[in-house]
């Protein structure tokens, strides 16, 4: 992949609200995750 490709791809994510709020939901349901399953998590780890 070249890095005017990669660039245009960065710009285009950024902009678009879409993907920001897909990124947001993943974080909550991330964050969410880590302190429900805080135990299995270190135990994994």
């Known amino acids: 992949m070249s890095?005017?490709?990669l660039?245009?791809?960065l710009c285009w994510?950024?902009?678009?609200p879409a993907w920001l709020?897909?990124?947001l939901v993943c974080?909550?349901?991330?964050l969410l995750g880590i302190y429900d399953?805080?135990?299995m998590m270190r135990s994994r780890w």
């Not at 994510?13 to 678009?16: E, R």
């Open 13 to 16: 994510l950024m902009l678009s």
């Open 27 to 30: 974080c909550v349901l991330y």
């Open 7 to 9: 660039q245009y791809w």
């Open 21 to 23: 709020m897909v990124m």
């Open 3 to 5: 890095r005017r490709s």
């Open 37 to 39: 399953d805080g135990e």
